[in-house]
């Protein structure tokens, strides 16, 4: 029972990359989200998926995309990276009762 | 802006004492949440208070849920090295299905 994974554990880009982050929870969880942390700073939500086949905007969806593509996995693109973009980027399952966290991906856009 | 404010931003106290955090919101929340970040970890959750008034204690911590369901604190007694870390709080402040974090506490511990 791995709980939340999400990969890559660390990225660098340049300005103008695209990539996409993965996540996946086997813990049968509805929803998902995804949340950016910058140094010193709380999470705030960028997207979120209350159930498989919908997705929803956060506090800061601006530059990013997601994909719900099944119940076990919720997808983040970057399309165009751009050095503010730069954070650890969480994903977490569950519900606003309680959130599981995956262990995070460290992102710099150069 | 921030519906969810948590002081203070930063603590550093001595092995041995006592810590507090706090969180406020303007407005009534239907339940509060706290989670611990170790540094260079993910968010870890701890508890849940859905009750006015309620405490709930885990050993050392204590956590509380105001009257008004306005605000809410965690205290920890007699602070271990081990509890260094960053405490946040959360709640649903809207209807949906979105938590609002805290800033976080950020706690550091003096052996």
């Known amino acids: 029972n791995a709980g939340v994974t999400q990969t890559p554990k660390f990225q660098v880009l340049k300005t103008g990359q695209s990539m996409t982050l993965q996540c996946a929870q086997d813990?049968?969880?509805?929803?998902m989200y995804w949340y950016r942390q910058d140094p010193g700073m709380g999470l705030r939500l960028i997207y979120y998926s209350a159930s498989e086949g919908t997705t929803d905007k956060g506090e800061v969806p601006n530059g990013y995309n997601v994909s719900r593509l099944n119940k076990r996995e919720f997808s983040l693109r970057l399309e165009s990276a751009a050095p503010s973009q730069t954070s650890v980027y969480f994903c977490?399952?569950?519900?606003?009762?309680?959130?599981?966290f995956g262990p995070g991906t460290r992102l710099t856009v150069l | 802006g921030q519906q969810v404010m948590q002081i203070p931003q930063y603590q550093h106290v001595q092995e041995g004492e006592d810590f507090t955090t706090y969180c406020n919101s303007s407005t009534t929340l239907s339940n509060i949440q706290w989670y611990k970040q170790r540094p260079g970890g993910h968010p870890v959750f701890l508890i849940q208070l859905v009750k006015s008034g309620e405490v709930k204690k885990q050993k050392r911590l204590t956590f509380q849920f105001g009257e008004a369901k306005k605000n809410s604190s965690l205290h920890i007694t007699a602070t271990q090295t081990t509890d260094v870390g960053t405490y946040f709080c959360a709640a649903r402040v809207n209807a949906g299905n979105m938590l609002t974090f805290g800033g976080g506490t950020r706690l550091m511990v003096k052996p």
């Open positions: 813990m049968n969880h509805n929803s």
């Open positions: 977490a399952s569950g519900t606003t009762d309680t959130q599981y």
